[in-house]
């Protein structure tokens, strides 16, 4: 809506209601506000001084006032022109602002897109004086060359060389030419360098490209030979890597796919069209993996938790690297016989002089020198469970056993448990029989004693060395030394000492200044200062190696024992040291045996117990004896027992006593039951706490009797299921065929009477003719009439029928029987 001055409207709020206020113009200093109501047109005058600074006309006079519009609606109508008026400014100095930022842009856009093309032109500029220049050094190189190999120019032909030099005013200005023409083509063809951007220039190859990398030739050959392909309208396909994926028992997804070098959507969608609704980061077992490479086209490779310790499988030697070693004996016997005593002599005799003494407290082995010059090693044992624990894992790190027997108490129960360990063990045994220099000494009594022990020595016409000592006076000591160093040539004891070392842990412990520490014996290589080693469930690298006498030695050979430092944890008696390449490898053994040792200790079932020795007797055919400990009150129980177990089988099955003694159950029985796989058989007797803790660990059975027929029976039974059950036939019944008839469906059925006994449908049969077995089997059916009975009386007619049978006539016999197995005891 215009009015009559070509003023623009405002749009107010409110609309067309009556009053609203419709145009607003000035005339001079005084604005005037036209107010239209439903009657007439009012022109309202508007100063700018208005009372209170609003600048609204006055409100007060009448004359003034628009008819009908009160001072409020009058108040709100100025106020929303004001604000009308307001916005407008505001939208129109935003606009101005933006169009001032987009002007502002635009030049400073124009003005990079100038600098960019005046940087390009100068380089161009540059590239070309420059191959101008290299072609203008050519050229007089080329001058050069021709001037110096052409012979000096006669006079007759000065216009035959002359023209060959162009002028240098004529070189100048065709260059001055080219560089103009290159320009104008720059000018002329600059929106066309997309078009020719895939095109090499001259300018390009002397400037080596736009910097980047470059595309190879290879890249280039196989980009070609896609589009080839394409173009024919063949298959652009990927050529297949067909890898060797090695696969545990159990793999994540994710390095599935990692392993075979595919994506994981792809393993994971093939894995739920198998029916497997799994992620990358869930785990899978071999087999379904197996499923998913062979699907893929990639080969197999199954491998094992266990195949990590394949690079610690021991290499046998050739026979040209073996050198002759020192013997290990180990000293054992009873702790009243005078066997510290003995070890005291022996190294105050015969130890290189300078050694520092009170070494066997700490490390519990040590070499001494013999008179001829001969190195021997010594283990000192103070226990027997130790030594049980090194033969229980296949650590034989003895050569000779010298048994300490005192000649004025004779064969003791710790005396036999040791005879028991050298026997399981199976090492040469060499007694020595101490406190000969005693009033009372008896040795021909110890002679006869170990009579009773299968001990039999050289002097009662057996093979075992015996030798009397005396380890006070030092008397026989050399005879000692000699027998040993005879019995070691006899085994030819070799090693080889250049490759990587393996020993054995005779004890370890856990020193507070120096950490973990372990007294090895180096059974074959070289342990040298820094290599990495793994034994048992620890591993480490060696820090430092310490000698008998306490000092520090940079490399151990075969059968010297040494304490290594430099372990992570402490290992047990009797584990094997292994030398490996690689921490990493050392570490990945550790954990598996740990873990394999967590899994043992934790599986059901793995005790020692009577009626799981028989199951694993029935399995195994060749297992003919049933080991047990024996353990009494008073020796008379033990002897008693022990007979009475002598006398318990017959040729396929025997008791066999590994060891029997008198006192309470210790942690020795417990080891050597469990190293041997028997139970221990205690008679008034119990076990101490430490053994029960150990029996718990290592699932040792225990069983505890107070009657001596209890124990009988029970190993009588025992040993009464290592024999296999009697199978016995019972003839229940014959009958004679009469007749024989066809039946569809059945075959042939024999009517038969029952002339003795009875015939049942379960029972099994034998088909007679002359007196002659021709067929044994199972009845198809047994009729009595039309009715299909269970069994039939002697003196009935029936109906039989073979199973998978037909060749029956008149006149044969049928033997009826069943078979019953009888279980087979002991007397």
Same mark, same amino acid.
Do not use: W
């Given at each position: 809506?215009?009015?009559?001055?070509?003023?623009?409207?405002?749009?107010?709020?409110?609309?067309?209601?009556?009053?609203?206020?419709?145009?607003?113009?000035?005339?001079?200093?005084?604005?005037?506000?036209?107010?239209?109501?439903?009657?007439?047109?009012?022109?309202?005058?508007?100063?700018?001084?208005?009372?209170?600074?609003?600048?609204?006309?006055?409100?007060?006079?009448?004359?003034?006032?628009?008819?009908?519009?009160?001072?409020?609606?009058?108040?709100?109508?100025?106020?929303?022109?004001?604000?009308?008026?307001?916005?407008?400014?505001?939208?129109?100095?935003?606009?101005?602002?933006?169009?001032?930022?987009?002007?502002?842009?635009?030049?400073?856009?124009?003005?990079?897109?100038?600098?960019?093309?005046?940087?390009?032109?100068?380089?161009?500029?540059?590239?070309?004086?420059?191959?101008?220049?290299?072609?203008?050094?050519?050229?007089?190189?080329?001058?050069?060359?021709?001037?110096?190999?052409?012979?000096?120019?006669?006079?007759?032909?000065?216009?035959?060389?002359?023209?060959?030099?162009?002028?240098?005013?004529?070189?100048?200005?065709?260059?001055?030419?080219?560089?103009?023409?290159?320009?104008?083509?720059?000018?002329?063809?600059?929106?066309?360098?997309?078009?020719?951007?895939?095109?090499?220039?001259?300018?390009?190859?002397?400037?080596?490209?736009?910097?980047?990398?470059?595309?190879?030739?290879?890249?280039?050959?196989?980009?070609?030979?896609?589009?080839?392909?394409?173009?024919?309208?063949?298959?652009?396909?990927?050529?297949?890597? #067909?890898?060797?994926?090695?696969?545990?028992?159990?793999?994540?997804?994710?390095?599935?796919?990692?392993?075979?070098?595919?994506?994981?959507?792809?393993?994971?969608?093939?894995?739920?069209?198998?029916?497997?609704?799994?992620?990358?980061?869930?785990?899978?077992?071999?087999?379904?993996?197996?499923?998913?490479?062979?699907?893929?086209?990639?080969?197999?490779?199954?491998?094992?938790?266990?195949?990590?310790?394949?690079?610690?499988?021991?290499?046998?030697?050739?026979?040209?690297?073996?050198?002759?070693?020192?013997?290990?004996?180990?000293?054992?016997?009873?702790?009243?016989?005078?066997?510290?005593?003995?070890?005291?002599?022996?190294?105050?005799?015969?130890?290189?002089?300078?050694?520092?003494?009170?070494?066997?407290?700490?490390?519990?082995?040590?070499?001494?020198?013999?008179?001829?010059?001969?190195?021997? #090693?010594?283990?000192?044992?103070?226990?027997?469970?130790?030594?049980?624990?090194?033969?229980?894992?296949?650590?034989?790190?003895?050569?000779?056993?010298?048994?300490?027997?005192?000649?004025?108490?004779?064969?003791?129960p710790q005396t036999i448990e040791a005879i028991n360990h050298a026997k399981?063990?199976?090492?040469?045994?060499?007694?020595?029989?101490?406190?000969?220099?005693? *009033?009372?000494?008896?040795?021909?009594?110890?002679?006869?004693?170990?009579?009773?022990?299968?001990?039999?020595?050289?002097?009662?016409?057996?093979?075992?060395?015996?030798?009397?000592?005396?380890?006070?006076?030092?008397?026989?000591?050399?005879?000692l030394l000699e027998a040993i160093a005879l019995q070691s040539e006899l085994?030819?004891?070799?090693?080889?000492?250049?490759?990587?070392?393996?020993?054995?842990?005779?004890?370890?412990?856990?020193?507070?200044?120096?950490?973990?520490?372990? #007294?090895?014996?180096?059974?074959?290589?070289?342990?040298?200062?820094?290599?990495?080693?793994?034994?048992?469930?620890?591993?480490?690298?060696?820090?430092?190696?310490?000698?008998?006498?306490?000092?520090?030695?940079?490399?151990?050979? *075969?059968?010297?024992?040494?304490?290594?430092?430099?372990?992570?944890?402490?290992?047990?008696?009797?584990?094997?040291?292994?030398?490996?390449?690689?921490?990493?490898?050392?570490?990945?053994?550790?954990?598996?045996?740990?873990?394999?040792?967590?899994?043992?200790?934790?599986?059901?079932?793995?005790?020692?117990?009577?009626?799981?020795?028989?199951?694993?007797?029935?399995?195994?055919?060749?297992?003919?004896?049933?080991?047990?400990?024996?353990?009494?009150?008073?020796?008379?129980?033990?002897?008693?027992?022990?007979?009475?177990?002598?006398?318990?089988?017959?040729?396929?099955?025997?008791?066999?006593?590994?060891?029997?003694?008198?006192?309470?159950?210790?942690?020795?029985?417990?080891?050597?039951?469990?190293?041997?796989?028997?139970?221990?058989?205690?008679?008034?007797?119990?076990?101490?706490?430490?053994?029960?803790?150990?029996?718990?660990?290592?699932?040792?059975?225990?069983?505890?009797?107070?009657?001596?027929?209890?124990?009988?029976?029970?190993?009588?039974?025992?040993?009464?299921?290592?024999?296999?059950?009697?199978?016995?036939?019972?003839?229940?019944?014959?009958?004679?065929?009469?007749?024989?008839?066809?039946?569809?469906?059945?075959?042939?059925?024999?009517?038969?009477?029952? #002339?003795?006994?009875?015939?049942?449908?379960?029972?099994?049969?034998?088909?007679?003719?002359?007196?002659?077995?021709?067929?044994?089997?199972?009845?198809?059916?047994?009729?009595?009439?039309?009715?299909?009975?269970?069994?039939?009386?002697?003196?009935?007619?029936?109906?039989?029928?073979?199973?998978?049978?037909?060749?029956?006539?008149?006149?044969?016999?049928?033997?009826?029987?069943?078979?019953?197995?009888?279980?087979?005891?002991?007397?």
């Amino acid at each position: 809506m215009s009015d009559t001055d070509g003023k623009k409207t405002l749009g107010l709020r409110g609309g067309a209601r009556p009053g609203n206020v419709k145009q607003s113009f000035s005339h001079g200093r005084t604005k005037n506000v036209v107010v239209e109501t439903k009657r007439k047109r009012v022109v309202v005058p508007k100063t700018g001084a208005a009372k209170g600074g609003t600048g609204s006309p006055s409100l007060g006079d009448p004359a003034k006032r628009p008819a009908g519009i009160t001072d409020a609606e009058m108040e709100r109508r100025l106020k929303a022109v004001q604000a009308a008026r307001s916005r407008e400014v505001e939208e129109a100095a935003a606009r101005e602002a933006d169009e001032k930022a987009r002007a502002e842009d635009r030049e400073r856009r124009r003005a990079e897109q100038d600098a960019k093309e005046q940087e390009e032109r100068d380089r161009v500029e540059s590239l070309k004086a420059k191959a101008e220049e290299e072609e203008r050094k050519k050229r007089e190189a080329e001058a050069a060359a021709q001037e110096a190999a052409a012979p000096a120019p006669a006079a007759s032909e000065p216009q035959r060389t002359a023209p060959s030099r162009p002028a240098p005013q004529q070189d100048a200005t065709a260059r001055k030419k080219d560089r103009d023409a290159d320009q104008r083509n720059t000018r002329s063809k600059g929106a066309d360098d997309g078009r020719r951007s895939g095109k090499l220039t001259l300018n390009q190859a002397l400037a080596g490209g736009e910097g980047g990398r470059q595309r190879s030739m290879a890249a280039m050959k196989r980009k070609q030979e896609r589009a080839r392909q394409k173009a024919m309208g063949g298959s652009v396909e990927r050529e297949k890597v #067909t890898r060797t994926v090695n696969l545990p028992e159990a793999i994540v997804v994710s390095e599935l796919a990692n392993r075979m070098a595919e994506r994981v959507g792809d393993i994971v969608k093939s894995l739920m069209q198998n029916g497997m609704m799994v992620t990358q980061n869930q785990t899978i077992d071999a087999d379904t993996a197996e499923l998913i490479i062979e699907e893929f086209g990639h080969t197999v490779n199954r491998v094992s938790d266990a195949d990590v310790e394949q690079v610690i499988n021991e290499v046998a030697d050739k026979a040209e690297d073996l050198l002759t070693r020192p013997p290990v004996i180990t000293i054992m016997g009873h702790v009243d016989h005078g066997k510290t005593s003995l070890l005291d002599a022996i190294r105050n005799a015969k130890v290189v002089a300078g050694e520092a003494g009170g070494i066997t407290q700490h490390i519990g082995a040590y070499q001494v020198v013999t008179a001829t010059g001969a190195v021997l #090693t010594f283990l000192d044992t103070p226990g027997h469970a130790a030594f049980t624990s090194m033969r229980s894992r296949g650590a034989h790190v003895t050569d000779i056993v010298v048994l300490v027997v005192a000649a004025d108490d004779a064969v003791m129960p710790q005396t036999i448990e040791a005879i028991n360990h050298a026997k399981a063990a199976k090492v040469p045994m060499i007694v020595a029989i101490n406190k000969i220099d005693k *009033p009372g000494a008896n040795p021909d009594k110890v002679r006869t004693d170990l009579l009773q022990h299968e001990v039999i020595v050289e002097k009662m016409s057996g093979e075992v060395q015996d030798v009397e000592v005396s380890a006070i006076n030092g008397d026989g000591l050399d005879d000692l030394l000699e027998a040993i160093a005879l019995q070691s040539e006899l085994l030819e004891l070799k090693a080889n000492p250049n490759r990587a070392a393996q020993g054995a842990v005779i004890e370890a412990q856990l020193d507070v200044g120096r950490g973990p520490v372990a #007294t090895v014996l180096i059974q074959n290589g070289t342990l040298r200062q820094g290599d990495i080693f793994v034994v048992g469930e620890q591993y480490g690298k060696v820090r430092a190696l310490i000698n008998d006498k306490g000092e520090r030695i940079k490399e151990a050979g *075969p059968s010297v024992p040494v304490e290594v430092l430099g372990l992570n944890g402490t290992p047990e008696a009797g584990d094997v040291l292994n030398v490996t390449s690689t921490e990493a490898q050392a570490r990945e053994i550790a954990e598996y045996r740990s873990k394999a040792a967590k899994d043992k200790r934790a599986a059901a079932g793995a005790a020692t117990t009577l009626e799981q020795l028989m199951a694993n007797a029935k399995e195994n055919e060749n297992v003919s004896e049933l080991p047990i400990l024996v353990k009494a009150d008073v020796q008379g129980s033990a002897e008693a027992i022990v007979q009475a177990m002598e006398k318990i089988g017959n040729d396929e099955v025997r008791v066999r006593v590994l060891h029997s003694g008198v006192g309470a159950i210790t942690e020795t029985d417990v080891g050597l039951a469990e190293a041997s796989g028997a139970p221990i058989m205690g008679f008034n007797v119990r076990a101490n706490a430490s053994a029960r803790n150990t029996a718990n660990q290592k699932g040792v059975e225990i069983r505890y009797y107070s009657v001596i027929y209890d124990l009988v029976d029970d190993v009588k039974a025992a040993a009464s299921g290592l024999l296999s059950n009697e199978i016995k036939e019972n003839f229940i019944g014959y009958a004679n065929i009469k007749e024989v008839f066809k039946v569809t469906g059945v075959g042939k059925v024999a009517g038969c009477l029952v #002339t003795e006994g009875v015939a049942r449908r379960s029972a099994g049969v034998r088909l007679l003719r002359d007196n002659v077995v021709v067929h044994e089997g199972t009845l198809k059916t047994l009729k009595r009439f039309k009715d299909e009975v269970s069994d039939v009386q002697s003196g009935q007619e029936c109906g039989m029928a073979f199973e998978h049978y037909d060749d029956i006539r008149e006149g044969d016999v049928i033997e009826i029987f069943e078979r019953e197995e009888v279980t087979r005891t002991l007397a």
